[in-house]
Every structure is written in structure tokens, then in C-alpha cells.
């Protein structure tokens, strides 16, 4: 069963609008979420974080939520551009052990 | 070299040859990592190493073996490999395990026929 869902296999959203890729986890004693952006035939990189002392983090037009509670973490984008356009993975962690990745959201930009 | 390199950038392979997949990071990161990017499940991890001398399994280790000889190289082999190792690979490190961020290669797309 897998511990880290992002439910959405793909989104579409048109330029300069919002977007908004969600993910929920089951584990409780995850502490730290990362979120990743993949181009193909790339390696992910690292996009953004939050530890779960915190709700919200925010980094230029990125933006991570967090609610504890729901066990439900989400990725905004404001204003999207056709650059976005891209895979986004979250993460989550134990402290001390291995991160567990979600399946992936493919995010495309429409001009 | 700057990040992490890997080799080769793609393989076809016959079922039943041995394979090795190469990676190499030049950030002096204690923790590395091999994980498998397939269709729907994401990245899953196969196994990784703490600190050289050091190796774990992780999620999906049947069927490869790794290695830490060193700081700098983790080789990831697939000693007799089967067509459900068809797949992205992709190696990572951090500085420490479960470090606040992985670094990752560009990948290895490795077809098994």
C-alpha cells in the first residue's frame, strides 16, 4: 500500500493561471515533505520543502501547504508558465530513514 | 565532473546478462541511492548506503546488488537480468541518510528483451 498518493496522474492549466498538485500520505510520523520537478530524459530536482512544524512555505511562485491533520500536503504555482510544465513528485520522511516517493503528477502548461 | 554522473545514458540488454550501472557523485556525500522510475508507481527505491563500506536494501531490492567501495562510486548490478528490470534508474546522494535533499543524476534507461 503505498504510503505518499498523489491521485492525480495529470493536470492541465492554462498560462499565468494557478496551479494546484496535491498529495496525501498515510504515516503519521512523517516529518519533513519535499517536492521534486522532473523534465524528461532528466534527473528530479529539488523544488521545494516543508518540516511539520511548519503549515506553509512559501519560495518565489511556488508555494507548499501542509495540514497535518488531513495528512494532506499541496504544491501551488502562481502564475503557471509553460516552463512548469513538468512531473512533480512528492516525498516524505521519517526522521532518520529513507524518503518515500509518490507516483507523480505531469503538470502541462497551456499557452 | 560536477553532481552526479551516470553511465550509460541507455542499454538494451539480453534476459539472463549481467549488468552494471555506474554512478558517480563528486559532492563528498556521505548517503547514496538507486531507485527505480516506473510508470504509475514513481520512484522507488532498490537500495542505498549510508557511508562508504555500508549498503541497505530498500523497497525493491530482488534481483540487484550494490556496492560502496568508496565515497565517490556506487555501482548498481543486475547479475542475471529479467525483462521486469526494464525501467528508468536513477542515482541520487545526500549528505547524510534521510538528508533534507537528494541530488540526482540524469538517469540510466535500461530496456531488458
Known amino acids: 500500500d503505498q504510503q505518499v498518493k498523489q491521485n492525480s496522474p495529470s493536470l492541465s492549466v492554462q498560462e499565468g493561471r494557478i496551479s494546484i498538485l496535491n498529495c496525501d500520505y498515510t504515516?503519521?510520523?512523517?516529518?519533513?515533505f519535499l517536492w521534486y520537478k522532473k523534465y524528461p530524459a532528466e534527473g528530479p530536482t529539488f523544488l521545494i520543502s516543508i518540516s511539520s512544524i511548519k503549515d506553509k512555505n512559501e519560495d518565489g511562485r511556488f508555494t507548499v501547504f501542509l495540514n497535518k491533520s488531513a495528512k494532506h500536503l499541496s504544491l501551488h504555482i502562481v502564475p503557471s508558465q509553460p516552463g512548469d510544465s513538468a512531473v512533480y513528485f512528492c516525498a516524505a520522511r521519517v526522521h532518520g530513514q529513507n524518503f518515500v516517493f509518490g507516483p507523480g503528477t505531469r503538470l502541462s502548461v497551456l499557452p | 565532473i560536477a553532481g552526479i554522473t551516470q553511465a550509460p545514458t541507455s542499454q538494451i540488454l539480453a534476459a539472463g546478462r549481467r549488468m552494471t550501472l555506474r554512478c558517480t557523485q563528486d559532492?563528498?556525500?556521505?548517503?547514496m541511492y538507486w531507485y527505480r522510475q516506473d510508470l504509475g508507481l514513481g520512484l522507488r527505491l532498490i537500495h542505498y548506503?549510508?557511508?562508504?563500506?555500508?549498503?541497505g536494501k530498500g523497497e525493491v531490492p530482488d534481483g540487484y546488488s550494490v556496492s560502496r567501495a568508496n565515497t565517490d562510486d556506487f555501482p548498481l548490478t543486475l547479475a542475471s537480468a529479467v525483462p521486469s528490470q526494464t525501467s528508468v534508474y536513477f542515482c541520487a546522494s545526500s549528505g547524510q541518510q534521510g538528508g533534507n535533499e537528494q541530488f540526482f543524476g540524469p538517469g540510466t534507461r535500461l530496456t531488458v528483451l
Open positions: 504515516n503519521s510520523m512523517f516529518d519533513y
Open positions: 559532492m563528498r556525500h556521505n548517503a
Open positions: 548506503s549510508n557511508t562508504a563500506g555500508t549498503t
